[in-house]
């Protein structure tokens, strides 16, 4: 079966010049970063409306609050961990705080994203360092043109946006102009309720996948898209839960503070369930192919339906 | 030539928010009173005279805006907004109260009249730079004012944003360093390093002036100079005493952050015009 692919970083370009197209308050704000996401036809249409502000995230960030203060909506996009870490402090103290509306788009999520970069350039965190910070919402779109969707769906919300992408290799998950609704599930398979598989982004086709190998072990599994983070769809995850009772959590993130997490929380608050979490299991990735990491680091088709055939097996 | 009645204006404003910083944070119990009364008579001069505003439309799309990078220094700055008109005066003695409009640190969207969320410090300059680089895109004609300390100058993020200024020759954009030569824990010199603070500025692209913060003909002749140029942010350091106006707190750094007992608030307003 031929793959393919649809850059989550032309997704963002696109988005943001369909804006642009628009309104005249939009801003791209890049840390060095344009050619990054290949930027330059947006710079070539309003050169007046790039700020570059140099490799400086913080500056990046307090200068697009200082912009979005001024009445301006900026898009600030760059490596993921370079914002949420390096910046962190700007992005809560001086956009979300006051309410400000930046939207960042973090590039190179995940070991996926970051691949044989290694490390420093795989960030495995952005989503728990967000999540604790109030106002921000968190969107984690799955491939190219759900990332343009995310892009146009995030200019009226109110205070600060955080749109996850990749390094502009993802696949094709969702056929051109599906709709990318912000703080609902979306149910992608629904095969059984024997066990709810959790995902969102670059792995959803793993997960899709492994459904097929479970319906042969005559497990029927359910596969529900959390794209949005925040403000999380309690509602939507805990009828899911309620059906099966049993859950997989499967996110190219650190399990702690991400995808897992949250679904964790709805599961002791909610909705008691069995819950396994798959992901980085609270240790770094390497360099490498992003598929090759992705089933080393225990998201591989297998991995995900072994660890969904135990939990069903156990309760059997 | 800058009249005398302008200049004795804005000393009778400055002696007001002395009085101000003295009573809120004695009433209120907290603060920072000397690093508020250095930077006095900037915000005096900007608020009373610089400043192109209209409390009574504190949205005003083309005004100017100001920048407190200093945070700390805010009970100044309150006191500035209430007696320009945003808030009634006897507001200012709610200063870090539970369900105050004035939080510790400045926080744009509770107080009328405040541009800019500040406290960490460091960050003032890129906020400002912003907010000027913004007024460009929208073609808005507005000028924007920042005023850091220097103890904040040994955040690197100043120099991202001093270097991003520079590049931009964002020349609608004056920072003035409000060099009391005191920080939390000692002399600027002794813990930060940070002189000279003029090469710094200028090697980063800015013109720069260096004045007499405390003398408001000086103040209003440096931002008129720095109006005129074209090309360049402006950079104006402005020499001050840490604790100007009371003169038992000069000299003595404890007062970065320190509530007046009864007797040292008898004192210190009875320098500010005596008790009334």
């Known amino acids: ?316 | 030539m800058i009249s005398r009645e302008r200049i004795a204006q804005l000393e009778e404003r400055a002696r007001q928010i002395r009085r101000d910083i003295v009573e809120m944070v004695y009433r209120t119990k907290d603060g920072h009173p000397s690093p508020s009364l250095s930077a006095t008579d900037l915000i005096a001069a900007l608020y009373f005279d610089i400043l192109k505003i209209d409390p009574a439309n504190p949205e005003w799309e083309a005004r100017d805006r100001f920048v407190l990078s200093k945070g700390h220094a805010c009970p100044a700055l309150y006191s500035a907004l209430a007696r320009r008109g945003y808030f009634p005066p006897e507001e200012l003695m709610t200063l870090r109260f539970m369900h105050s409009h004035l939080q510790g640190h400045p926080y744009a969207p509770k107080t009328t009249g405040l541009d800019a969320t500040t406290g960490s410090l460091g960050n003032g300059l890129s906020v400002g730079l912003g907010m000027a680089l913004a007024s460009r895109i929208r073609k808005l004609d507005y000028r924007v004012y920042v005023i850091t300390g220097d103890g904040e100058l040994g955040e690197g993020l100043i120099w991202e944003g001093a270097m991003a200024a520079g590049h931009q020759k964002a020349s609608n954009l004056t920072v003035f360093v409000d060099n009391n030569n005191y920080q939390s824990g000692g002399t600027v010199g002794e813990i930060t390093g940070v002189y000279p603070i003029d090469e710094k500025f200028r090697a980063f692209g800015w013109h720069v002036q260096t004045i007499d913060g405390h003398d408001f003909a000086q103040i209003l002749e440096a931002v008129e100079t720095a109006k005129q140029v074209a090309d360049r942010p402006q950079a104006i350091i402005a020499k001050t005493i840490k604790g100007k106006g009371v003169s038992f707190m000069i000299g003595d750094n404890s007062w970065h952050k320190r509530v007046y007992t009864d007797k040292e608030y008898e004192m210190a307003m009875h320098e500010l015009g005596g008790l009334r």
């Open chain 1, 1 to 316: 079966m031929s793959v393919e692919f649809v850059s989550t970083r032309i997704g963002f370009r696109e988005g943001l010049i369909q804006l642009a197209e628009k309104r005249d308050d939009i801003v791209f704000v890049s840390t060095d970063s344009l050619k990054v996401v290949k930027g330059e036809p947006f710079l070539e249409r309003w050169p007046e409306r790039v700020v570059e502000v140099g490799i400086a995230e913080q500056n990046g960030v307090a200068i697009s609050a200082g912009m979005a203060a001024a009445g301006l909506k900026p898009y600030l996009c760059t490596y993921a961990g370079f914002l949420t870490m390096r910046a962190c402090e700007q992005m809560r103290t001086f956009v979300a705080y006051p309410r400000q509306q930046v939207r960042f788009v973090g590039v190179n999520a995940g070991i996926f994203g970051g691949n044989r970069e290694g490390v420093s350039h795989q960030f495995i965190e952005d989503i728990g360092i967000l999540r604790t910070i109030p106002g921000f919402t968190i969107l984690c779109p799955a491939d190219g043109d759900q990332v343009r969707q995310a892009v146009l769906a995030s200019v009226d919300i109110e205070g600060p946006v955080y749109i996850r992408i990749g390094s502009g290799k993802e696949e094709r998950v969702f056929p051109d102009d599906s709709p990318f609704e912000i703080g609902k599930i979306r149910i992608l398979e629904e095969r059984g309720n024997d066990v709810a598989l959790f995902c969102h982004g670059f792995v959803t086709n793993r997960v899709r996948a492994a459904t097929a190998a479970l319906a042969e072990k005559g497990i029927g599994a359910t596969v529900v898209e959390v794209a949005t983070l925040k403000p999380l769809d309690v509602e939507g995850i805990s009828a899911v839960l309620a059906k099966t009772g049993r859950a997989v959590t499967i996110e190219d993130h650190t399990i702690i503070g991400g995808l897992g997490s949250a679904i964790a929380e709805v599961i002791a608050e909610d909705c008691p369930a069995k819950l396994v979490r798959l992901g980085l299991q609270d240790r770094y990735g390497e360099s490498g192919f992003p598929d090759e990491l992705l089933d080393a680091y225990g998201m591989s088709v297998e991995s995900i339906a072994d660890a969904a055939a135990r939990l069903v097996v156990e309760a059997r």
